[in-house]
């Protein structure tokens, strides 16, 4: 499965954006999608995931701003950010598991100006 990631920019705080993640080939529907964000010199960290059966879960730091949601039919999922606070920005990469096989996008950078 390749990823292909995109919707980064440069928003405003309070404003909002949206990712999008297409994967290649007709199997992303067997996968779990996640969406992972890095800041310079901090760790990857989950932001939100999405099971095969629509399933979402979330960073506590995101809950009530981000919204995780996949298409299977255009093999795409996609992360709705609303409420932007200068503390989102990072490069956000998302990833697609199925078992122990994991699979990255490369990022797409997001920067929120105060």
Known sequence: VQLQAS???LVQA?????????????????HVVGWYRQAPGKHR?????ITTSGTTSYADSVKGRFIISRD????TAYL????????DTAAYYCSADRGIVRYWGQGTQVTVSS
């Open 7 to 9: 919707g980064g920019g």
């Open 45 to 49: 960290e989950l932001v939100a995931s």
């Open 80 to 87: 709705q950010m609303n409420s932007l606070k200068p503390e």
């Open 14 to 30: 309070g404003g909002s954006l949206r990712l999008s993640c297409v994967g290649s080939g007709n199997i992303f529907s067997l």
């Open 72 to 75: 299977n039919a255009k093999n």
